[in-house]
């Protein structure tokens, strides 16, 4: 059999791997709460300043994220399953 490797041993199988869409879904999910976590934090730092208003919104979004992170979970439990 010739074959490019040098290293002694039969390569078995192709070369290229496909990976599945699922794990860049879940890579591209993990960077937006990444970023969601900086928002976060500001808004942690800055919570005594700010105004009810504000606050308002703050929870608004987290119930947005919540709703998000549950969405994401179950797609994921769905499509790993």
Same mark, same amino acid.
């Given at each position: 059999?010739?074959?490019?490797?040098?290293?002694?041993?039969?390569?078995?199988?192709?070369?290229?791997?496909?990976?599945?869409?699922?794990?860049?879904?879940?890579?591209?999910?993990?960077? !937006?709460?990444?970023? #969601?976590?900086?928002?976060? *934090? +500001?808004?942690? /730092?800055?919570? @005594?300043?700010?105004?009810?208003?504000?606050? !308002?919104?703050?929870? #608004?979004?987290?119930?947005? *994220? +919540?709703?998000? /992170?549950?969405? @994401?979970?179950?797609?994921?439990?769905?499509?790993?399953?």
């Amino acid at each position: 059999m010739e074959a490019t490797y040098e290293c002694g041993s039969e390569p078995i199988g192709e070369a290229q791997v496909q990976f599945r869409f699922q794990y860049y879904t879940f890579a591209l999910i993990f960077v !937006v709460f990444d970023l #969601v976590a900086t928002f976060l *934090l +500001i808004w942690a /730092v800055a919570f @005594s300043g700010l105004s009810i208003t504000a606050q !308002v919104m703050m929870i #608004v979004f987290f119930a947005i *994220l +919540i709703l998000g /992170v549950c969405y @994401s979970l179950k797609k994921e439990e769905d499509v790993w399953i």
